[in-house]
């Protein structure tokens, strides 16, 4: 299920292409797909090397970032979702969406975050901004929304 992220690579593990300003580097066990990297007029002066070393130096940062980070949110009371000053549409205020699924009939289910209530078409538009990043889902009464127990980890599969 899980995509395989980025990785520090090594020459013999991939191939280097250069496409105008861009360098196309492909990982030979193509679980780990590849990557456009686009480098700007410099790259003509560049090695496979320097173009391996500098991808090599992206991906470590990334790996940095994501051990150091942390995922934000909102206060209970403070709105979690509102409308991005330059692109006029909903963006959520953080990375954490507590919400609610309501339903108006017996056939749309619709997702409630601040008292605003999102088709599952605006929902994906709202979380669309996230694409490629991993996504938690924890079902809880609402009650427990702002202060969520810690979960119970199943050792198996729950028998019927």
Not at 32 to 43: R, Y
Request: net charge negative; glycine share 6%; hydrophobic share 35%.
């Amino acid at each position: 299920m899980a995509r395989q992220r980025r990785k520090v690579a090594f020459a013999k593990e991939v191939t280097i292409k250069r496409d105008g300003n861009t360098a196309v580097i492909d990982f030979i066990d193509q679980s780990f797909g590849g990557t456009n990297l686009t480098i700007g007029p410099k790259i003509k002066d560049m090695s496979d090397a320097d173009i391996l070393r500098l991808y090599n130096e992206i991906v470590l940062q990334q790996q940095r970032l994501i051990k150091e980070s942390q995922p934000t949110e909102m206060q209970g009371g403070l709105p979690q979702i509102g409308i991005d000053s330059y692109y006029k549409d909903l963006t959520t205020h953080s990375q954490t969406l507590r919400c609610e699924l309501t339903s108006d009939s017996i056939d749309d289910l619709v997702v409630e975050i601040d008292d605003r209530k999102l088709s599952w078409e605006e929902f994906g538009k709202l979380i669309s901004p996230y694409r490629g990043w991993a996504m938690r889902i924890q079902f809880l009464p609402s009650e427990q929304l702002l202060n969520p127990p810690e979960s119970k980890i199943l050792t198996k599969v729950p028998e019927d």
